[in-house]
């Protein structure tokens, strides 16, 4: 994902300090906390960008999207923010640090998508699959439903896509037919 260069300087700077101090594992927890945040309030991003907001309320705000405890090296990094005034970064940042912590850590994500939720022994079946297909890397695994699929299920690991789904085959039948 590609968050803009004033983002990624901000989350290469975050990640060499917190690789320094053996943080990374923390600092990129923290940073999935913070953008869980933004995305469960909506207006965040707009009250960070607010330049009537202070600085002080700017800073609690991006120490309370990190979770109950946060680390010194996520302190300075929202220090470091607010003095340079970039706070409007602060999710594009997170962001960029995520994906910088996973090529490095060698993490793929993982969507499983299906057409109803499946028994767990099912969906364990389906992440050993996935997981034997990607050996050497970690693997995060989040699942969702969709109906439209039809039946069988859609694989999205980071870029790549498997599509296993009745509704793609029907799509690829149609394309079929419209070209012969």
């Known amino acids: 994902m590609d968050n803009g260069l004033i983002p990624r300087r901000y989350a290469k700077a975050l990640y060499k300090f917190a690789v320094e101090h053996k943080k990374t594992d923390i600092v990129y927890d923290e940073m999935k906390e913070v953008v869980k945040a933004f995305e469960q309030n909506p207006t965040l991003q707009k009250t960070l960008s607010n330049p009537y907001v ?5 800073s609690a705000l991006l120490k309370a999207a990190a979770g109950a405890k946060v680390e010194n090296d996520y302190l300075g990094f929202v220090r ?6 970039r706070e409007e970064f602060a999710r594009l940042a997170a962001l960029a640090y995520i994906d910088l912590y996973r090529q490095e850590n060698k993490i793929s994500q993982v969507k499983i998508t ?5 028994p767990e022994e099912e969906m364990t079946k389906l992440r050993k699959m996935v997981s ?10 989040s699942d969702a439903v969709n109906e439209d699929l039809i039946g069988g299920f859609v694989v999205d ?8 789904s009745i509704s793609n085959e029907i799509e690829q039948l149609r394309l079929n037919l419209i070209t012969k």
Request: glycine content about 2%; overall charge negative.
């Open 80 to 85: 470091l923010l607010l003095e340079m005034k």
């Open 132 to 141: 034997n297909a990607f050996e050497g890397r970690t693997l995060e695994f």
């Open 157 to 164: 690991v980071d870029d790549a896509r498997m599509d296993a």
């Open 54 to 58: 202070s600085v002080e309320d700017k």
């Open 114 to 118: 299906t057409a109803a939720r499946l």
